[in-house]
């Protein structure tokens, strides 16, 4: 097992310190991570950064149209492309990654925006990752793909919608979810986390419901990373982990009410995709 980045990761702030140095400082050690992973796994890493330039992208384009983006971000990072790049690939002259070109070519983005058309960037999104990001990212993002389309299957069923519409991605796994009659579409043998799901969406208990979703992808990373010290599996892993405490850091009780709002409206409502929204709600 390669261990190349010992001086890396010997630098990096305990994800645990008392005073949550590292969940504080989110900006400064992505430029550090980009800075020295070597040239393939810097390709790799942006695809965790991806998620917030594919939304940055969205709001662009809804900005061009003159719609007013109801998010009270207005940029989302860590990201990988600033404004001007985005704004720049629009017209062709910035490189963007392929799953957004082909998604700017295939996108008529003079017209508005539908749900079927974001989920076609995050399904472009996610194929691209998954094929192109080595073998702990691409299953990490196939583990996450997953969860999400469960979450939205749920809520889709339970609010009597056509659940093969909101789902992202041709996979086995969609498949079975869009001809199941049951409560837990046959599933809850392999992904026995189900009917936790299904009762937190239920009951709206949503806090708990983003508590959960994190714990599922928190214990993927913890399990396939497992013996990497210093490789790139580990530099990876401490990011996600870092991205995922990051996101509950310093949240009054008056914030979570606001954006568990945010959420009953976007997330649940089936209005846009989980990976859509804010950078400090359901992403990891």
């Known amino acids: 097992m390669a261990e190349r980045y010992h001086y890396l990761i010997g630098g990096l702030p305990d994800l645990f310190s008392p005073d949550q140095a590292a969940q504080r400082d989110l900006q400064r050690i992505q430029s550090e991570i980009l800075e020295l992973l070597e040239p393939e796994d810097r390709a790799r890493f942006n695809y965790l950064l991806y998620r917030n330039d594919n939304k940055n992208l969205l709001r662009l384009i809804r900005d061009r149209q003159g719609i007013q983006d109801d998010s009270n971000i207005s940029f989302h990072r860590p990201a990988a492309f600033t ?3 985005l704004e720049e690939g629009i017209l062709g002259i910035f490189e963007l990654p392929d799953y957004m070109r082909e998604f ?6 003079q017209k508005p925006l539908t749900l079927e058309t974001e989920n076609r960037l ?3 999104y996610y194929q691209e990752a998954i094929a192109n990001s080595g073998e702990f990212l691409s299953g ?7 969860i999400k389309n469960i979450v939205i299957a749920i809520n889709a069923k339970r609010d009597g919608k056509d659940v093969s519409q909101v789902l992202v991605g041709d996979t086995d796994l969609n498949r079975q979810i869009a001809v199941s009659n049951q409560a837990d579409f046959g599933l809850s043998r392999i992904y026995p986390f189900i009917p936790e799901i299904r009762e ?12 959960k979703i ?3 992808i928190l214990d993927y990373i913890e399990t396939h990373s497992e013996g990497h010290i210093f490789d790139e599996v ?3 892993a401490y990011f996600l982990e870092l991205s995922l405490s990051h996101r509950w850091l310093d949240r009054s009780a008056e914030e979570g009410r606001e954006r568990l709002k945010e959420i009953v409206r976007k997330v649940l409502s089936n209005s846009v995709l989980p990976e859509q929204v804010s950078a400090e709600e359901l992403a990891l």
Request: net charge negative; charged share 40%; proline share 0%.
């Open 200 to 211: 937190l969406i239920e009951h709206r208990h949503l806090n708990d419901l983003e508590k």
């Open 104 to 109: 700017l070519e295939e996108t008529d983005i």
């Open 140 to 146: 990490y993002f196939e583990h996450k793909r997953d």
């Open 234 to 236: 580990a530099v990876f």
């Open 214 to 216: 994190d714990s599922l």
């Open 122 to 124: 995050i399904e472009l």
């Open 83 to 85: 404004h001007q790049d």
